[in-house]
């Protein structure tokens, strides 16, 4: 079964860094296009930014310039480097992949439990 678990999340000052992670376990035959989507209290879940399994990235307007997202396909694991982070970036961020767990089938669309970020002073 396939998982995808994040670590990185909590609790930061205006102007702070984070970095988030995301690996994929278990069994499967590719991961195609992967990214990061966030959701606020009371808001639509919306996509930050998005990396091909060649590296070709996408940003929402509002994090460009100010956060990186990264994949090391060796280790199934997506990045998102956040810079400069502002209290309006506070929301709970879920991994996203899409997996073929099969050759033959596929791909399907896996998500990540959520890490809360968290930008306050």
């Known amino acids: 079964q396939v998982q995808l678990v994040e670590s990185g999340g909590g609790l930061v000052q205006p102007g702070g860094s984070l970095r988030l992670s995301c690996a994929a376990s278990?069994?499967?035959?590719?991961?195609?296009?992967m990214g990061w989507y966030r959701q606020a209290p009371g808001k639509q879940r919306e996509l930050v930014a998005s990396?091909?399994?060649?590296?070709?990235?996408n940003y929402v307007d509002s994090v460009k310039g100010r956060f990186t997202i990264s994949r090391d396909n060796a280790k199934s694991t997506v990045y998102l480097q956040m810079n400069s982070l502002k209290p309006e970036d506070t929301a709970v961020y879920y991994c996203?992949?899409?997996?073929?767990?099969?050759?033959?089938?596929?791909?399907?669309?896996?998500w990540g439990q959520g890490t809360q970020v968290t930008v306050s002073s």
């Open positions: 996203n992949a899409q997996i073929r767990t099969h050759w033959s089938t596929g791909p399907y669309n896996y």
């Open positions: 278990g069994s499967f035959f590719s991961i195609y296009d």
């Open positions: 990396i091909t399994s060649g590296g070709n990235t």
